[in-house]
């Protein structure tokens, strides 16, 4: 079993930077891929971005590429997403997610959630 929590949401003005943390309890982190996901009102929760059990591989939503980056610390058992250049469409609540296994751009497949942590842009 992995628990999840996000942290380092928070307003932020277009153009600014924030980095999210996600901090996951339980035995086994380092062999999990890891996501990050979000949900902007109204709409379906999305892919951004996705980051291998050893850190060498990662993938992002075309939305998110070349301004967000995911890395993690395993022995903190931790994942980082590194969000610069925000948009006022990056407005979401931002989740990060666990699967043993490659990475995916599919949330079906991630077994482990967090609660969400909550990133505004303003304009």
């Known amino acids: 079993q992995v628990q999840l929590v996000e942290s380092g949401g928070g307003l932020v003005q277009a153009g600014g930077s924030l980095r999210l943390s996600c901090a996951a309890s339980g035995r086994s982190f380092s062999s999990y891929a890891m996501g990050w996901f979000r949900q902007a009102p109204g709409k379906e929760r999305e892919f951004a971005g996705a980051?291998?059990?050893?850190?060498?591989?990662?993938r992002y939503a075309d939305s998110v590429k070349g301004r967000f980056t995911i890395s993690r610390d395993n022995a903190k058992n931790t994942v980082y997403l590194q969000m610069n250049s925000l948009k006022p469409e990056d407005t979401a609540l931002y989740y990060c997610?666990?699967?043993?296994?490659?990475?995916?751009?599919?949330?079906?497949?991630?077994?482990?959630w967090g609660q969400g942590t909550q990133v505004t842009v303003s304009s």
């Open positions: 980051i291998s059990w050893s850190g060498v591989s990662t």
């Open positions: 997610a666990g699967k043993l296994g490659t990475v995916s751009d599919y949330q079906t497949e991630y077994r482990y």
